[in-house]
T-cell receptor, first 116, second 114 residues
Framework: AQSVTQLDSHVSVSEGTPVLLRCNYS??????LFWYVQHPNKGLQLLLK??????LVKGINGFEAEFKKSETSFHLTKPSAHMSDAAEYFC??????????????FGAGTRLAVHP | DAGVIQSPRHEVTEMGQEVTLRCKPI?????LFWYRQTMMRGLELLIY????????DSGMPEDRFSAKMPNASFSTLKIQPSEPRDSAVYFC????????????FGPGTRLLVL
C-alpha cells in the first residue's frame, strides 16, 4: 500500500533561518511526489512536484525538495524562512499505478510557525 | 486565469437539513475531485470524476452523500440529511488532461452542522 509519513506535526523556526520539513513515503512503484501548502482559511497550493526527472526539485517561494530513493524520503527545505511561510504543509504521494488515475494520498501535515 | 471556484465559502445549517456545495473547475480541465478535511481524519478523497463521469466514489461516506457533474464546468456535492459529524471543510480540485498528476484546489467550503 502507498502511504506518506510526515515526521513532524509542528515545526517552529526563526525568521531568516533554514526550514526543514521531513517526509517519508512508501510505494511499490516509482511514485510522483508533491508538496502542497495551505495558508489559514485558504485552499491548497502546489509548491513543487517530482515526477521521475531531476531528483532535486525547485518550487515556488524559494522552496525545494530532494527525492532520495534509497531513503524513501522527500524532505522540503528553504534556506531562509519568511514570516509569510507560516502555514500547513502537506507531503503527497501519487502512486504510478492507482486504479488508472492519479489519486493523491496526503500526509497528516506539518504546521510551520515562523517567529521574528 | 480564474482558479477553481467554490460556493458557498461558509455554510451553517441545522442537523437534518439538505446541504449543496458547488464547484466550478478550471476551464479545460477534465478531472474533478471532491475532498473533505477534518482535524481527526485529515484530507480524504470523496469522489473523482473524469470527463464528467464518476470514476471512483469509494470515499463517499454513506448514502447521505451524493455528487453530480452535469457538465464540464459544474459539479455539486449534496448531503441529505446533514449530521453534525459532517462538519468539515470541503475542497474541490481539478486537473488538466496533459498534467493529470497535478491538482488545483479551490478555496474550500467550511460547513458547520449544528
Amino acid at each position: 500500500a502507498q502511504s506518506v509519513t510526515q515526521l513532524d506535526s509542528h515545526v517552529s523556526v526563526s525568521e531568516g533561518t533554514p526550514v526543514l520539513l521531513r517526509c517519508n513515503y512508501s510505494s511499490s512503484y516509482s511514485p510522483s511526489l508533491f508538496w502542497y501548502v495551505q495558508h489559514p482559511n485558504k485552499g491548497l497550493q502546489l509548491l513543487l512536484k517530482y515526477t521521475s526527472a531531476a531528483t532535486l526539485v525547485k518550487g515556488i517561494n524559494g522552496f525545494e525538495a530532494e527525492f532520495k530513493k534509497s531513503e524513501t524520503s522527500f524532505h522540503l527545505t528553504k534556506p531562509s524562512a519568511h514570516m509569510s511561510d507560516a502555514a500547513e504543509y502537506f507531503c503527497v504521494v501519487s502512486p504510478l499505478f492507482s486504479g488508472g488515475y492519479n489519486k493523491l494520498i496526503f500526509g497528516a501535515g506539518t504546521r510551520l510557525a515562523v517567529h521574528p | 486565469d480564474a482558479g477553481v471556484i467554490q460556493s458557498p465559502r461558509h455554510e451553517v445549517t441545522e442537523m437534518g437539513q439538505e446541504v449543496t456545495l458547488r464547484c466550478k473547475p478550471i476551464s479545460g480541465h477534465n478531472s474533478l475531485f471532491w475532498y473533505r478535511q477534518t482535524m481527526m481524519r485529515g484530507l480524504e478523497l470523496l469522489i473523482y470524476f473524469n470527463n464528467n463521469v464518476p470514476i471512483d466514489d469509494s470515499g463517499m461516506p454513506e448514502d447521505r452523500f451524493s455528487a453530480k457533474m452535469p457538465n464540464a464546468s459544474f459539479s455539486t456535492l449534496k448531503i441529505q440529511p446533514s449530521e453534525p459529524r459532517d462538519s468539515a471543510v470541503y475542497f474541490c480540485a481539478s486537473s488538466p488532461r496533459d498534467q493529470q498528476e497535478t491538482q488545483y484546489f479551490g478555496p474550500g467550503t467550511r460547513l458547520l452542522v449544528l
